[in-house]
């Protein structure tokens, strides 16, 4: 079993190796101390198992699992047991919390050997992630080997492309991996409004809503942008531009 272990503590990696070296089926392939190092280590190792500290600097370890995907599992270690029932409503493969024996390990390894995490698992955790702190505050896009950090409040608006959200803040467009209707759950409604079937639209980007014709409308931003708007899109914009 290959293991990759993600912990900003230098002590806490150490103990989990020690632990860990009692198991000679398992092989550390790599340790990190962020969330940044986590995500390329599981990108380029693809390991069995990941033992993920949850609160680190950069990326937590909801964050991490969103950018790095299915193809491994995880066994979520952290000192604060309020992540421990969410952790377990997204199916993690265990959680450990801090301090934890030799015997609890070998049980997370256990578990490990036994149980396989399928997709919706994954998207699961990338809505918590998304939830537990209230609405998005920034979003992660990761492109080849970089991941770009897009504060919320940057974001002038989001396309629908295929499979794809398009998010376009700063002047620069990030093609994400997603649905428009995850990403809408994320958002503060205050801020943000699904305008249409493919647009989420920021309101404090919008100049002005103009007649496309009769019965439809679209909404011009700030940078010249015009986004279509639907019949119940443009009566909730109205609302909220009073």
């Given at each position: 079993?290959?293991?990759?272990?993600?912990?900003?503590?230098?002590?806490?990696?150490?103990?989990?190796?020690?632990?860990?070296?009692?198991?000679?089926?398992?092989?550390?392939?790599?340790?990190?101390?962020?969330?940044?190092?986590?995500?390329?280590?599981?990108?380029?190792?693809?390991?069995?198992?990941?033992?993920?500290?949850?609160?680190?600097?950069?990326?937590?370890?909801?964050?991490?699992?969103?950018?790095?995907?299915?193809?491994?599992?995880?066994?979520?270690?952290?000192?604060?047991?309020?992540?421990?029932?969410?952790?377990?409503?997204?199916?993690?493969?265990?959680?450990?919390?801090?301090?934890?024996?030799?015997?609890?390990?070998?049980?997370?390894?256990?578990?490990?050997?036994?149980?396989?995490?399928?997709?919706?698992?994954?998207?699961?955790?990338?809505?918590?992630?998304?939830?537990?702190?209230?609405?998005?505050?920034?979003?992660?896009?990761?492109?080849?080997?970089?991941?770009?950090?897009?504060?919320?409040?940057?974001?002038?608006?989001?396309?629908?492309?295929?499979?794809?959200?398009?998010?376009?803040?700063?002047?620069?467009?990030?093609?994400?991996n997603g649905r428009m209707a995850e990403l809408e759950q994320g958002l503060?409604?205050?801020?943000?409004?699904?305008?249409?079937?493919?647009?989420?639209?920021?309101?404090?980007?919008?100049?002005?809503?103009?007649?496309?014709?009769?019965?439809?409308?679209?909404?011009?931003?700030?940078?010249?942008?015009?986004?279509?708007?639907?019949?119940?899109?443009?009566?909730?914009?109205?609302?909220?531009?009073?």
């Amino acid at each position: 079993m290959r293991v990759i272990i993600v912990d900003d503590e230098h002590l806490a990696r150490a103990l989990l190796r020690e632990y860990l070296a009692g198991h000679p089926e398992v092989e550390i392939v790599a340790e990190c101390a962020n969330g940044f190092e986590a995500v390329k280590a599981i990108g380029e190792l693809q390991p069995d198992l990941v033992f993920l500290d949850i609160q680190m600097p950069k990326l937590d370890g909801f964050e991490v699992v969103e950018l790095a995907g299915a193809r491994t599992r995880y066994v979520f270690v952290t000192a604060y047991d309020q992540f421990a029932l969410k952790a377990f409503e997204v199916r993690a493969i265990d959680y450990l919390l801090k301090p934890f024996s030799r015997e609890r390990l070998a049980q997370a390894l256990e578990s490990a050997r036994g149980r396989a995490v399928p997709q919706e698992a994954v998207d699961a955790v990338a809505l918590e992630a998304a939830r537990r702190d209230g609405f998005l505050t920034r979003i992660l896009v990761r492109e080849g080997a970089r991941v770009h950090v897009v504060p919320a409040e940057s974001i002038a608006w989001i396309e629908a492309q295929d499979d794809y959200v398009e998010i376009h803040a700063g002047g620069r467009a990030h093609l994400k991996n997603g649905r428009m209707a995850e990403l809408e759950q994320g958002l503060d409604p205050a801020m943000f409004l699904r305008a249409h079937r493919s647009y989420i639209v920021n309101v404090g980007a919008i100049e002005r809503i103009e007649a496309a014709s009769k019965d439809s409308w679209c909404a011009v931003l700030k940078d010249g942008k015009r986004i279509p708007v639907s019949r119940s899109g443009y009566q909730k914009l109205r609302e909220m531009m009073r």
